[in-house]
């Protein structure tokens, strides 16, 4: 009795550790957790598992039924009293589950499709778990359309593959090779969970099945592993509550309300609550703590059980006046009868702020907006990663304000007239007035897809800027000249290029002396239009190379040889502050260290300082 005592205290200090599952979309998520829902009729009631709000709670119970099939020794030993497993699957969730820049949720299932190995949304899963240092397991999920796949409902994973034929077991070999090797690409070192010989080095791959359940057992059994191996210590049971608001709807009867995971710690009806809002910090108190009702009692007037308090970990729905505005990923905090409520509010404003912070102090950068916190700072995370500046940020959705605080940008620096918006809506007055100004707006709900967008639109930009200067850059080279074949309107003259190389387009002036006062005289001839030899046109003209017949074109009055110039004057081109800025910005790696040296030495001839 004494040992049973001990244990229930320890099982009580112990919380449960929250799981969330993420992935590249139709790898098998939602089938997945329905899997692991679905009792199992034949073996008895799987004790206690429990619909909450955004979550179900497994009881250790349950667990130990799922999972027999792999643990028919009873060795493995559970700690844990449980596990909470949150019911939207992806990266949204995942965010949102935040404290002061950490994440709440303690362990994670990163869904593949083994397939088709690993996917953008992949990718990026990957690396919020990385930058929340989250543990994780991998489900190679859909097995059994491995070619000739033959099923045992609910099988363990070893016992279903040795019983495959050599074809499907080699295919199977092949596929888990290559996701390995796709896996250490990203820098993970991952194994086959039964091969794995230490979960804090290397990342377990375990194969899955959520069609015909095979390998769900080990994956359930590996995840309790992780978290007992991992993070016995951050799972003791905490009395100060620690909550994150993962959605917010209005629902009919209760008007806005929240769903609310508690991580730690008693909610009370009554409870004065402070967190994030739009419009600024809200504060109010619980008017109901909602949770689901069961499914025998779901013929009852409503669909929710009005809870006095709820303990953590679960998921449950707050409803309370004011929470309109209320932002996704904000943290939860409760004013109890010791604490000083402004303080409080400090608290939860200076999360906000510091997002909100992160900003180019220049101000000079593109408009971010996100839907919730969560999403919003892994989208700050990841710009800062690519370097791309950041001078606005917004949450929720882009109305015209929001279009007209980045079109201030246009005035600025206009390449950064463009707003990365992630997960959220732009209203159509907003789009229309974007498209009016100029203001780019590109919307993803995968946040390398806006990097992407960013970098093509950057890249259209210096093509643009390109194309625009061709006029402008100018290549420096001196010319002497051997022939005039015609005077003026246009200038035909046979040349050599002494230095430098001679382009299309360049512009070109005679520098001499008045041959009366002696002093320098900058002669302005036009641009050359065409560059022969031997009947042939060429684009280039390079120092050194056989002469050349160039036509130079101007468009008013052009000077004419024997009255304004002569056939022994040196010809340049004329180049400028401007154009060797041009050259620098746009045409650095077209440039040869002579032609800079050239630059250099034309630069007093036509006085750039
Ligand atoms: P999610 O977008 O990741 O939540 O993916 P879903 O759970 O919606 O699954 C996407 C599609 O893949 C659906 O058509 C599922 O029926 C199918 N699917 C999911 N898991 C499996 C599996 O293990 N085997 C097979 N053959 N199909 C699966």
């Not at 205290?9 to 919380?15: E, P, Y």
């Not at 309370?320 to 109890?336: F, N, Q």
């Not at 630069?603 to 750039?608: G, H, L, R, V, Y």
Request: hydrophobic share 40%; charged share 25%.
């Amino acid at each position: 009795a004494h040992q049973a005592a001990l244990a229930a205290r320890s099982a009580d200090n112990l919380r449960s550790p929250i799981c969330c599952i993420l992935g590249h979309v139709d790898t098998g998520k939602t089938k997945l957790l329905d899997k692991i829902r679905q009792t199992n009729v034949q073996e008895g009631e799987a004790g206690g598992i429990t619909q909450q709000i955004g979550a179900t709670y497994f009881p250790v119970e349950a667990i130990k039924q799922k999972t027999a099939v792999v643990n028919r020794d009873g060795k493995f030993e559970f700690k844990v009293p449980g596990l909470l497993i949150i019911d939207t699957p992806g990266h949204e969730s995942f965010s949102n589950l935040r404290s002061r820049g950490s994440s709440l949720c303690n362990i994670a299932i990163l869904v593949v499709d083994i397939m088709h190995g690993l996917e953008p949304q992949t990718l990026e899963s990957m690396k919020l778990l990385r930058d929340r240092k989250t543990p994780f397991i991998v489900a190679l999920n859909k097995i059994d359309r491995l070619y000739g796949w033959k099923k045992i409902e609910n099988n363990g994973f070893q016992e279903s593959l040795a019983l495959q034929n050599k074809a499907v077991q080699n295919e199977f070999k092949n596929r888990l090779d290559q996701t390995k090797l796709a896996f250490a690409e990203q820098g993970f070192n991952s194994e086959l969970f039964y091969q794995n010989k230490s979960m804090a080095k290397y990342v377990s791959l375990v194969p899955t099945s959520a069609h015909t359940g095979e390998g769900i057992p080990d994956m359930l059994k590996l995840i309790v592993q992780l978290t007992q191996e991992r993070m016995v210590g951050s799972l003791m049971y905490l009395s100060e509550v620690q909550a994150t608001v993962l959605e917010v709807k209005a629902i009919e009867g209760f008007g806005m309300t929240i769903d609310v995971i508690l991580t730690n710690g008693i909610l009370k009806e009554g409870d004065r609550i402070i967190l994030c809002g739009t419009e600024g910090v809200i504060k109010t108190n619980i008017r109901a703590l909602l949770t689901p009702a069961p499914l025998r009692e779901l013929r009852l007037k409503s669909q929710y059980v009005h809870n006095k308090e709820v303990k953590a970990a679960l998921g449950v729905k707050i409803s309370a006046p004011g929470l309109e505005g209320a932002i996704a990923g904000s943290r939860l905090l409760v004013v109890g009868p010791d604490d000083d409520e402004d303080e409080l509010e400090d608290e939860v404003e200076a999360d906000l702020a510091s997002l909100f912070s992160r900003v180019e102090k220049t101000g000079r950068g593109v408009s971010v907006q996100a839907s919730t916190l969560g999403s919003l700072e892994a989208l700050l995370d990841f710009l800062k990663d690519c370097k791309i500046p950041v001078a606005n940020v917004g949450i929720g959705p882009v109305y015209k304000r929001d279009v007209m605080q980045c079109g201030i940008m246009l005035e600025k620096a206009p390449d950064y007239a463009v707003m990365l918006c992630f997960d959220v809506k732009v209203d159509k007055e907003a789009q229309e007035y974007a498209d009016q100004q100029g203001v780019k707006i590109f919307t993803a709900d995968i946040i390398y897809h806006l990097f992407d967008s960013f970098t093509k639109h950057m890249d259209e930009l210096l093509e643009k800027k390109k194309e625009e200067s061709k006029l402008l850059a100018v290549f420096p080279c001196v010319l002497a000249p051997v022939a005039v074949f015609n005077k003026s309107s246009p200038i035909v003259i046979g040349v050599d290029v002494v230095d430098g190389s001679l382009r299309i387009n360049t512009p070109i002036s005679a520098v001499r002396q008045n041959p009366v006062t002696g002093a320098k005289e900058i002669i302005d001839l036009g641009r050359v239009t065409s560059i022969e030899r031997d009947h042939k046109q060429i684009p280039v003209c390079k120092k050194g190379q056989p002469s050349v017949a160039i036509k130079i074109e101007m468009g008013g009055n052009q000077p004419t040889y024997g009255r304004h110039l002569e056939e022994k004057d040196m010809l340049y081109s004329k180049i400028s502050r401007a154009s060797i800025n041009c050259l620098k910005e746009f045409y650095r790696k077209d440039v040869t260290n002579d032609e800079w040296q050239l630059i250099i030495k034309m630069k007093s001839m036509f006085d750039i300082a």
